[in-house]
């Protein structure tokens, strides 16, 4: 059996421009980066049209530690909806650097379902992470010399100053430091930290913004601390949002590449989902909607986490009308929810199936929460058995779900002819159902109990007292009316991770909530979240080599 990478390398990529011609871009308003990649202008955004086409989000259940194929089934579906005769374009992530060479590898699809050339595009792509780090980190060199001035400094308490800096590569060491060692002149001893890229709050706001100019005041509304006399601090006091925002000046423009069936994927910014809000940006979804009829999109791992935020943060900020959910479901992932030993997932396992089938009910709820209709879209791998897959099919259709097997992987757009099909039904027949979870202008302890009982099942929600102080001071700074972007493991509908299934009766714990004032929402923090990832003992580092001629191996 080939490899995505060799699959990746068979293919036949088109040139940009003939995706481009698919979309109706006239070739010399695109921004090439060679001949495979390029980016688009933000004037080809048509908000009636956003409006008026449809919009697709690709979920899932809760994940194995594998994840269960988000990205390579909205590509799949992708392709097999304009095989059906639908004009349809993908609109993803951006792959980062530290899963890239940690544990997942790359994020570009699988099989017969990738975005191409994967190469690139796992990597270093066309700059956008490197210039969210330069942006951040500026802000960060600038914090340091406000801190280091003896006349005209703000004055900032450096014991309130949160800020990191960032680098898009898993380094445990680096996770906490101690900065200014070396004498007078080389800055303020403190303890600091890196967080990767993804985790920044710039990738956040990136992600959310309408264009540049939003883009620059969301920076200069990015909240750094207090001064010795207990004044608040945000980026527009230190006068560097303007420079911050002309870093991201080509950042901002989304991404074009295509299919591997030669059909057009954007694909722009990359928030980590348990951490930020887990979507591609705004700009890039709104230009998909502009450009062609159906967009299908992502959201990071299961409903609980990536399609909530995609729904309460995104579209109630941003204004879209989300048409159909898609339910990825894996065979693996319900035995391992129904208790099956995590090394033997490949082995027939009926009763576990069945065991794990709570938890994938619990995600069709959810999606029900926002009034929108659903698909379950299964996975196939080649290790399930008949008696496997129709468990799952006859329990969705007990709940009234359509459950339709999918073969992507090996198929592309062909495995995903009946999907797309009953996907383009539901879309059709949806006009504007779409209902937020809850107001903006509720409580921050209203709308954090919200999500916690209606999306994750909790019984109810206790603060530590670092957490009662935080939305104290929340309140203080009159931030209370804005969203919530919880913080909480993927691999649990609860707070704790070892809860698989779907637990009841359980209290969620907020340790602390985190202002991310510049991106528009608070972060209440639940259980021990790590915006640093350390390798694994093998990473996947290890199995990428280069050639002679520059080809690029071991990519997965």
């Not at 409580?443 to 957490?467: L, N, P, Q, W």
Request: aromatic share 6%; net charge neutral.
């Amino acid at each position: 059996m080939a490899s995505d990478m060799q699959i990746a390398n068979a293919a036949t990529l088109k040139h940009i421009h003939n995706i481009a011609e698919q979309l109706n871009i006239p070739l010399e308003e695109l921004e090439l980066f060679g001949r495979y990649k390029a980016k688009i202008p933000l004037q080809f955004i048509d908000l009636e049209k956003v409006k008026k086409n449809k919009l697709v989000l690709v979920s899932a259940i809760s994940p194995t530690p594998a994840g269960e194929g988000k990205t390579t089934m909205s590509i799949g579906l992708t392709q097999g909806l304009n095989k059906i005769g639908k004009q349809t374009t993908v609109v993803l992530r951006e792959p980062s650097l530290g899963p890239v060479f940690g544990i997942k590898g790359g994020a570009t699809g699988g099989g017969y379902s990738q975005v191409l050339p994967m190469e690139d595009i796992n990597l270093h792509f066309t700059g956008d992470f490197g210039a969210i780090e330069k942006s951040h980190n500026l802000l960060s060199a600038v914090i340091d010399n406000d801190l280091q001035k003896k006349t005209d400094s703000l004055g900032i308490d450096p014991r309130t100053v949160l800020w990191k800096r960032v680098i898009d590569m898993n380094d445990r060491a680096l996770r906490n430091i101690v900065i200014g060692l070396g004498g007078t002149t080389s800055g303020v001893p403190r303890e600091s930290g890196f967080d990767i890229t993804a985790a920044s709050e710039i990738m956040a706001i990136l992600c959310l913004s309408n264009d540049l100019m939003d883009l620059k005041r969301r920076l200069g509304n990015i909240f750094i601390g207090f001064t010795f006399d207990k004044r608040p601090v945000y980026v527009k006091d230190l006068k560097v949002q303007g420079a911050m925002t002309a870093l991201l000046k080509d950042a901002i423009k989304p991404n074009l590449v295509q299919t591997i069936e030669g059909t057009p994927a954007i694909i722009h910014g990359g928030p980590f989902a348990n951490i930020a809000q887990g979507t591609n940006s705004v700009i890039a979804t709104r230009m998909g909607l502009s450009l062609s009829d159906y967009v299908v999109t992502e959201a990071g791992f299961g409903s609980d986490l990536g399609a909530e935020k995609f729904f309460d943060i995104k579209c109630k900020g941003a204004g879209l009308t989300p048409n159909t959910v898609v339910l990825v479901a894996t065979v693996r992932a319900l035995k391992y929810h129904g208790g099956g030993n995590l090394k033997e997932l490949t082995a027939p396992n009926p009763e576990a199936v069945r065991k794990g089938l709570p938890n994938l009910e619990k995600h069709l709820e959810n999606s029900a929460h926002f009034n929108i209709p659903a698909v379950v879209a299964i996975n196939k791998f080649t290790t399930d058995t008949e008696e496997e897959l129709n468990i799952i099919k006859e329990a969705c259709e007990k709940l009234g779900i359509k459950a339709v097997i999918t073969d992507v992987w090996a198929k592309g757009g062909e495995g995903a002819v009946e999907l797309a099909k009953e996907v383009a039904r539901l879309a059709d027949g949806n006009e504007n159902t779409f209902t937020p979870l809850y107001d903006w202008d509720l409580s921050v302890e209203e709308k954090i109990e919200t999500i916690a009982t209606k999306i994750y099942g909790a019984e109810s929600v206790d603060y530590t007292a670092k957490a009662k102080s935080d939305l104290r001071k929340i309140k203080k700074l009159d931030l209370e009316k804005l969203p919530i972007c919880m913080a909480k493991t993927q691999k649990s509908l609860s707070d704790n991770p070892k809860l698989l299934g779907r637990p009841k009766d359980f209290v969620v714990t907020v340790r602390e909530i985190e202002i991310a004032a510049g991106a528009g929402f608070l972060i209440p923090i639940t259980g021990n979240m790590m915006r640093m990832p350390g390798l694994p003992a093998t990473p996947s580092a290890v199995n990428i080599d280069i050639d002679n001629e520059g080809n690029i191996s071991g990519l997965f």
